[in-house]
């Protein structure tokens, strides 16, 4: 299970060691069954599988959607077995803010910016 998932884009998961737990948004693109996503961003896509077991329920393709799991294969098309399914297609804002909460994000990990507190 994803303890403390971090945030990615999918390109930025291409050959980073796994496991490695992630946070990720996307649009569904493909589905296999009730168990298999491929979703996309701005930048590529991800494989999701496992996703019975994450309470996904998947409606429709063109849903975007919040993922959080274990990405277990970083080469080619990235792997993420889903541990969380989140529809977030009422959310427009969500989409629209991703990237950027995403480099925000890695920034604060590489300590280039500190939280301020108001």
Do not use: R
């Amino acid at each position: 299970m994803a303890v403390n998932p971090i945030k990615y884009l999918s390109k930025d998961l291409i050959n980073k060691p796994t496991p490695l737990d992630v946070w990720l948004q996307g649009t569904i693109e493909q589905t296999v069954g009730n168990d298999i996503l491929i979703i996309s961003d701005n930048f590529g896509k991800v494989k999701i599988t496992k996703l019975e077991s994450a309470d996904g329920v998947v409606d429709t393709k063109s849903t975007y959607c919040c993922i959080i799991g274990v990405a277990v294969n970083t080469k080619g098309l990235p792997e993420v077995q889903a541990t969380k399914f989140i529809d977030l297609s009422m959310q427009p804002q969500m989409k629209m803010s991703w990237e950027t909460e995403v480099q925000e994000a890695q920034l604060l990990i590489q300590g280039k910016i500190l939280p301020t507190v108001k």
